[in-house]
């Protein structure tokens, strides 16, 4: 099989360079870490000087991505040997045992990390990550409370949490997790819509008043967010169905619900660009939106 070097007419530093940037980045592609990075530690290693330790640890993870535990035991192999007793070795090998379902092991291995260093915070979430794996829910939820408690301002461990609450249908505390993203992340629109998103589910005209006014701003922040202007769509249009709205309250909500529904034909006229798919794309899209109209109850 010709290799990477050879197929692309690429150098060894072209391929390091590669590496660096997929990381510096945090892309997950996993497949195309493996097939550069295992040629570049195999052929060219002793070239490499310091930058082959994250090397090896930036492939060992891309390895168990693609269930590649050859390559990721050679590399843990070599960490182990320069770095002995290194918690960063030792959360990489933990990684490796979960990566073989043997989560008890791994479980293990983290609260001894803990042991020595309990702001260990990669360790923490790693526990965590293994009750999500072994669909235990109720535990890693309150893992990770316990963990926000310590870390108040991890983003990604709110937003963890908001996305386990929701899949245990528990919206109200799912819209508290997201409420505090957006104080942290104000400018964020994903965040904005998945919060006008967990109201709607809720419901009651409260709720879907707050679901409009976050799918606004959704678009308001990004314009080309579809979702968030197919959710206005549809929150005004329910509001505008209420029998519990006000008659001005369903007047406004109607002319909201028009404007979203003629900005996303809009959009789709743009996307088509005149092709012949253009009229039957539009006549799909206008059917869905007959479809998706909120009848009054």
């Known amino acids: 099989m010709a290799s990477v070097s050879d197929m692309y007419d690429v150098t060894w530093e072209e391929m390091r360079d590669k590496l660096r940037k997929w990381r510096e980045e945090n892309y997950r592609n996993s497949e195309q870490i493996v097939e550069v990075g295992e040629e570049l530690i195999q052929e060219h290693a002793s070239k490499l000087g310091d930058d082959i330790w994250i090397i090896y640890e ?60 309990s702001t260990n915070t990669a360790a923490r979430k790693r526990k965590i990550a293994i009750l999500k794996a072994q669909g235990k829910s109720t535990e890693a939820i309150r893992e990770l409370n316990e963990y926000l408690e310590q870390f108040v301002g991890d983003q990604e461990a709110w937003h963890e949490l908001a996305e386990l609450y929701i899949n245990e249908h528990d919206y109200a505390k799912a819209a508290f997790s997201l409420e505090e993203l957006m104080m942290t992340n104000p400018h964020n629109h994903l965040y904005c819509e998945q919060y006008a998103e967990v109201k709607y589910t809720q419901g009651g005209i409260e709720n879907l008043e707050l679901s409009r006014k976050y799918f606004a701003q959704a678009l308001k922040l990004n314009n080309r967010n579809m979702r968030a202007l197919f959710g206005l769509y549809m929150s005004a249009s329910h509001i505008g169905a209420s029998p519990k709205a006000s008659a001005k309250v369903k007047k406004d909500n109607v002319k909201y619900a028009a404007w979203a529904a003629s900005q996303i034909n809009r959009a789709y006229q743009l996307a088509g660009h005149g092709t012949k798919e253009t009229k039957c794309s539009l006549k799909a899209v206008e059917e869905m939106l007959e479809s998706m109209q909120i009848m009054p109850s």
């Open 58 to 117: 930036q492939v060992m993870i891309a390895a168990l991505d693609c269930s590649r535990d050859d390559l990721a035991t050679t590399c843990l192999h070599e960490l182990k040997k320069q770095f002995q007793g290194s918690h960063r070795v030792k959360r990489l090998a933990g990684m490796r045992l979960e990566a073989l379902e043997r989560y008890d092991e791994a479980f293990k291995m983290y609260n001894d990390i803990l042991q020595d260093d």
